[in-house]
Nanobody, 123 residues
Framework: QVQLVESGGGLVQPGGSLRLSCAAS????????VGWFRQAAGKEREFVAA????????MSGDSVKGRFTISRDNAKDMVYLQMNNLKPEDTAVYYC????????????????WGQGTQVTVSS
């Protein structure tokens, strides 16, 4: 089994930056892909970005391309989401998740989830 813990959320002004971290533990050898998702109040869970654990291949959602960057450090079992030029519409709970096979943007394909970290963008 894989356990995931997110950190780094908080309150930031529009145009500001935050870096989220996702710490993986347990059976990390089973991880093929780690993804970031977000869920704003009253809305569906939305794909943000994903990265291949070994390959480093990256997918990004259309709403964050050019502003958010996903990366990983396999030696530390960590995945990061660097968020720049934040906008009020980025306000959401951000989750990291892992899947064992393939690389997809559908939350239903992911098997292990963290508890989430709140990001609030407001002036």
């Amino acid at each position: 089994q894989v356990q995931l813990v997110e950190s780094g959320g908080g309150l930031v002004q529009p145009g500001g930056s935050l870096r989220l971290s996702c710490a993986a533990s347990g059976r990390t050898v089973s991880i093929n892909t780690v993804g970031w998702f977000r869920q704003a109040a009253g809305k569906e869970r939305e794909f943000v970005a994903a990265i291949g654990w070994d390959s480093g291949t990256i997918m990004s959602g259309d709403s964050v391309k050019g502003r958010f960057t996903i990366s990983r450090d396999n030696a530390k079992d960590m995945v990061y989401l660097q968020m720049n030029n934040l906008k009020p519409e980025d306000t959401a709970v951000y989750y990291c998740a892992s899947l064992r096979v393939g690389m997809w943007s559908d939350a239903a394909d992911y098997h292990s989830w963290g508890q989430g970290t709140q990001v609030t963008v407001s002036s």
